[in-house]
């Protein structure tokens, strides 16, 4: 099946930095990438979804100067966590669908992200 | 807006026990439905789907059928596996008019499966 490799799998970092998440299709080529949070015992919440070339489109509440997202080839996309706060700790998790019509996704590993 | 439920866990069984997860939503239309698991330290992986009304996908042993009247997509095995391990999402997306692709989830079971 389709694989998608998230990078890196686990990051901690001081309050005020950024940190960047990749997120790559490995052997197919996406023309749309998702970015997920999810909490504990919660459910994944999408957050953004990223088309190749155009600007992400970002759910109600998700702050887009805070997770910037980038999708500059068909086979990578970036989400960079800004001037990150505690607040931010959280699993974020992408997935990348190969086409429309099959309305499948394929999902990364997941990022666990800790803010110090 | 689209929502999904589905029982809380853990659910701990013994090997060659019946599995029943229990998945209800709530959508406009006729959306497509989904159940993914996650095997510890790996991505969510696409376990069956169904696309409409009385289908019933299945994979791996595990089966859901799409029940409009009820709402629900419940997923069962007959006999578990301690590899079964995992947590179970159930998911919907659609209409894609109004949602696009966009995956609504469940918030998740864990199973774990006892020798």
């Known amino acids: 099946g389709a694989v998608v490799s998230q990078h890196p799998s686990r990051v901690i970092c001081k309050s005020g930095t950024s940190v960047k998440i990749e997120c790559r299709s490995l052997?197919?080529?996406?023309?749309?990438m998702f970015w997920y949070r999810q909490f504990p015992k919660k459910s994944l919440m999408l957050m953004a979804t990223s088309n190749e070339g155009s600007k992400a489109t970002y759910e109600q509440g998700v702050e887009k100067d805070k997770f910037l997202i980038n999708h500059a080839s068909l086979t990578l996309s970036t989400l960079t966590v800004t001037s990150a706060h505690p607040e931010d700790s959280s699993f974020y998790i992408c997935?990348?669908?190969?086409?429309?019509?099959?309305?499948?996704?394929?999902f990364g590993a997941g990022t666990r992200l800790s803010v110090l | 807006g689209n929502s999904v439920t589905q029982m809380e866990g853990p659910v701990t069984l013994s090997e060659e026990a019946f599995l029943t997860i229990n998945c209800t939503y709530t959508?406009?239309?006729?959306?497509?439905l989904f159940w993914y698991v996650q095997y510890p330290g790996e991505g969510l992986q696409l376990l069956l789907k169904?696309?409409?009304?009385?289908d019933k996908g299945s994979n791996k042993g595990f089966e859901a059928t799409y029940r409009k009247e009820t709402t629900s997509f419940h997923l069962e095995k007959g006999s578990v596996q301690v590899s079964d391990s995992a947590v179970y999402f159930c998911a919907l997306s659609g209409p894609y008019m109004e949602y696009g692709n966009k995956l609504v989830f469940g918030a998740g079971t864990i199973l774990r499966v006892k020798s």
């Open positions: 169904a696309t409409k009304a009385d």
């Open positions: 959508a406009t239309g006729y959306p497509s």
């Open positions: 997935s990348a669908r190969v086409r429309v019509a099959e309305n499948i996704q394929y």
């Open positions: 052997d197919f080529q996406a023309t749309t």
